[in-house]
């Protein structure tokens, strides 16, 4: 099952991110660009365009 909780750390992607990449692809771009291990059981946001309130 699924499950977020505290104890987890949380690392948002500082770029926008093409949704439509694979699983690869994501996983490229949090070793490459944000210099991290996928397999320490961190949590990854991306966003894909920038938020804002205009």
Known sequence: ??????TMR???CP???DMRKGINSLIGVV???M???VR???V????TRVR???
């Open 1 to 6: 099952m699924f499950s977020l909780n505290d």
């Open 10 to 12: 949380y690392h948002l």
């Open 15 to 17: 770029l926008r991110t």
């Open 31 to 33: 070793k490459e660009q």
């Open 35 to 37: 210099g991290r291990d």
């Open 40 to 42: 320490n059981g961190d």
């Open 44 to 47: 990854f946001i991306f966003i």
């Open 52 to 54: 804002d309130n205009n």
